[in-house]
């Protein structure tokens, strides 16, 4: 059995002016979607969830 996807909500539920989230990076919509969403759809909000993040923080500590 495989191991379900996880939320990437840190539980910082705070929507910014472009409607994603400040903490988890996701948009109003896929928070919503993700309950029904299968893990196919899960990983591609993930993906745009880092992406989301590296475009708000472009500066990368090494």
Known sequence: MTESV??????V???NED????????TSDEIVDWFMADDTRKHEIIKA???RRD????IKLL
Request: charged share 10%; net charge negative.
């Open 6 to 11: 996880q939320s990437p909500c840190i539980s």
């Open 49 to 51: 969830c880092a992406e």
């Open 19 to 26: 409607d994603v989230c400040t903490g988890c990076y996701r």
């Open 55 to 58: 475009l708000a923080n472009p």
């Open 13 to 15: 539920c705070l929507l």
